[in-house]
């Protein structure tokens, strides 16, 4: 099974976080998961707010408006 820290690795090496990536997040972190991952998530989020990731629903989001 996936841990947040793999689609977190995808999602730095390619530098983009597509919604299928976002929805496993949500499912990921719902359940159990152990401070690696969570250390991971929280280099996810510092990339995205620096702009190192780009993420598909922001994008669909300023195509709306």
């Avoid at 090496?13 to 359940?31: D, I, Q, S």
């Avoid at 250390?39 to 195509?63: D, P, Y």
Wanted: zero cysteines; hydrophobic letters at 40%; proline letters at 0%.
């Amino acid at each position: 099974m996936a841990q947040i820290r793999d689609v977190v690795q995808e999602a730095i090496r390619k530098g983009y976080l597509t919604l299928e990536a976002e929805n496993k997040l949500r499912r990921l972190l719902a359940k159990r998961y152990d401070r690696e991952d969570l250390n991971a998530f929280m280099r996810l989020q510092e990339a995205a707010m620096t702009g190192i990731v780009k993420q598909e629903s922001r994008e669909k989001v300023m195509q709306i408006n």
